[in-house]
């Protein structure tokens, strides 16, 4: 079977390590770069936004299922690709109840209308109106999700692709901080490889699509009490057919859903049996719990103690079940997510398995991902929490050192990694303490060029989305 040019990138990513880099190459590269410069909602979005939608903004979080395009001829798939944002909807609504509660509005409109595009629905969520009634809250999570079927050959694919971020947060900053020997704590900051990325295609046929459909259904009722026997009525979802609705309660495996413009109001039971199936298609759909439960992370202190665990859950199913198609990069933020979880651990609880864990998911990222310098910086950090917590900690950094290094490599203009490592000089300097092999008119160099880069005007910010 032939690759897509997509897929061929990936591999031909992932097969190519690093090269090694020498260290006077880097500080040439550096030197060249300055002087050249001197609450929790679901919400099925498409076209039209209603007043259901300028309620629900309100909240925490918001996952957006925007509508899926068929690029093909063959008969049946394209009513296939206007139902299959109904079935994600279905599975991630109940994936997302352990977070917090939620409110589900699922909305009309045409896949291929531009208004339907990633940046007009992100723009249109993001950007504040005079009547600030479409718009995220500042600082709310926003999880946008969609897709594409289109046929190669006799064969039939599925394509899917994520953006995350929060208002007005353009990057998700990571802050740790070190302490070597008796000075002052120094903190430390890293970011994600990507916050926007593609996932693996998946083959997919219509008889799969119609049998998740049917599973789908089979649950899609709606029960007067908490009772299998008790009287149930279908609940209206289809594609043409808009269906608002808010979870009023959970118990277990059940939900209370209140639809005030269908006039309903009942129990609908959680994921059962066979109802997996579309996870085992889509084991993306793990990720975005992650994601979530990341994005909830980064929203103050007052943080279930269970997230923590739900995110390294999901991560972990989301491996088990797409490992040996899962392309470099989304593995690779994945790997990161897992790092910064446990990076995050280690800060509150100093336990050394959590801090080897984090090193371990951070070296996996890198080698996965050789080109960022967000891995690589991402693993100097946590080198340096596990290295030089200690007395001996200036004598220890060595190794930290030339892992930031490798990051400047990648990129010499990564502004965390030049602030790392302007960080580690300061206190070197200040101190008269670092490394044996290290000379004091050398990092004295080093850290002026640090300083110069960063002295540099930046160039204005694009927009998150």
Known sequence: M??????????????????????????????AVSSFIS????????YYLTDSVKLALQERQNVVVLPFTYIGRQ??????????????QHDVLFGLLKFSSIAVVQLRGEAESKHCSPDNVMERLLTRSKSDHWSIQPDKGLVVFWGHIYDEGSSVYLQTYVRFLRRDVPAEIIQASVQLGDYAKLPLTGRLPAQSFAF???????????????????PALLYSALDLSASTQRLPLEPETPFPYY??????EWMKIVSETAGLSGWVRGHTGNQFQLRRKLPELYYLDAIVGFLQTRMGNNQPEKTPHLITTALAQYHDAAASISPPLPAAVANALGGIVDLQAYQRN????????????????????????????????????????????????????????????????????????????????????????FKQDAIETRRALIK??????????????
């Open 200 to 218: 693996a295609r998946r083959q997919i046929s219509q008889a799969d699509l119609a049998a998740i459909e049917v599973t789908f259904r089979k």
């Open 350 to 437: 100093h336990k050394s398995e959590e801090i080897l864990s984090a090193q371990r998911q951070f070296a996996e990222a890198v080698a996965l991902a050789p080109y960022s310098a967000e891995t690589r910086n991402l693993a100097a950090m946590a080198a340096a929490l596990a290295c030089c917590n200690s007395s001996e900690g200036f004598r220890a950094i060595a190794p930290v050192i030339r892992q930031l290094e490798q990051s400047i490599a990648a990129d010499p203009l990564n502004a965390d990694a030049l602030a790392n490592m302007g960080t580690l000089y300061d206190a070197m300097l200040v101190t008269g303490k670092w490394p044996v092999e």
């Open 247 to 252: 979870v009023a309660d959970t118990r277990g």
């Open 39 to 46: 609450g929790t909602l679901l919400a099925l979005v498409a």
């Open 452 to 465: 110069n880069v960063r002295n540099i005007q930046a160039p204005p910010a694009r927009k998150a989305y």
């Open 2 to 31: 032939s690759q897509d040019p997509q897929s061929r990138l990936y591999d031909r990513l992932h097969r190519s390590p690093a090269p090694a880099v020498k260290q006077r190459d880097i500080w040439d590269k550096v030197q």
């Open 75 to 88: 008969s049946g798939i394209s009513q296939a690709a206007r139902m299959l944002p109904l079935l994600i």
